[in-house]
């Protein structure tokens, strides 16, 4: 069940007396999306940016993933200043919100229409785990014809909330991305099968 912004206010309400809080700070201002009977939570975004080193690679191989120093560059953007995403670029960036999601709880990232519609694309539909805590990192790209402008703290994409079926069990789903507050670009690993299939066949 998605939760609509009604409910979500009065989750935020209760941050100090629950046991297990939904939390998002600074909390956002949930009235105009209550009186239109929205459900999500706009986002907004933040001042860092991670950007890749296109110089400095031919390609990106899992097999030899190399270090984020390597791979990345980071690029601090003030209020009131942009960052100038060009037609087929890609960025990672944040949000300003830190968010702490309870155990009942999962929530889902999408861009914004009006943004879309201009050629910024969140490249996934970003999935917050029950229990994360930090910042969300942003998959940010320009599929448009023109560059388009991205200024820390406009409204950039929306948050939707649905409820998790109770499992019985006290595991917490834990994520390389918990408690972040800049973007990053995480690693890729391959599994027991990948590894396996990646072996050379014998008389090969």
């Excluded at 100090?16 to 939570?41: F, H």
């Excluded at 973007?183 to 690993?189: E, H, R, Y």
């Amino acid at each position: 069940m998605i939760l609509r912004a009604t409910k979500i206010a009065a989750l935020l309400g209760d941050g100090r007396s629950a046991v297990d809080p939904l939390v998002i700070t600074p909390t956002p201002d949930l009235k105009t999306e209550e009186r239109q009977g929205a459900a999500s939570v706009d986002l907004r975004l933040g001042t860092w940016f991670v950007s890749l080193r296109q110089a400095r690679m031919t390609h990106l191989s899992v097999d030899e993933p190399g270090s984020p120093a390597q791979l990345t560059q980071t690029h601090y953007v003030r209020y009131g200043s942009g960052y100038i995403l060009h037609p087929g670029g890609f960025v990672l960036g944040a949000t300003i919100e830190w968010i702490r999601m309870p155990h009942t709880l999962a929530a889902y990232v999408i861009g914004k229409s009006s943004w879309g519609r201009r050629g910024l694309i969140i490249a996934t539909a970003t999935g917050v785990h029950p229990g994360f805590k930090g910042c969300l990192t942003l998959e940010l790209s320009n599929v448009g014809e023109i560059p388009i402008e991205l200024k820390p703290g406009i409204k950039l994409c929306q948050l939707f909330f649905h409820t998790v079926e109770p499992s019985g069990a006290s595991e917490i789903y834990e994520s390389q991305y918990d408690g972040r507050r800049r973007p990053v670009l995480g690693k890729i690993t391959l599994d027991r099968i990948a590894q396996a299939l990646a072996k050379p066949e014998p008389g090969i």
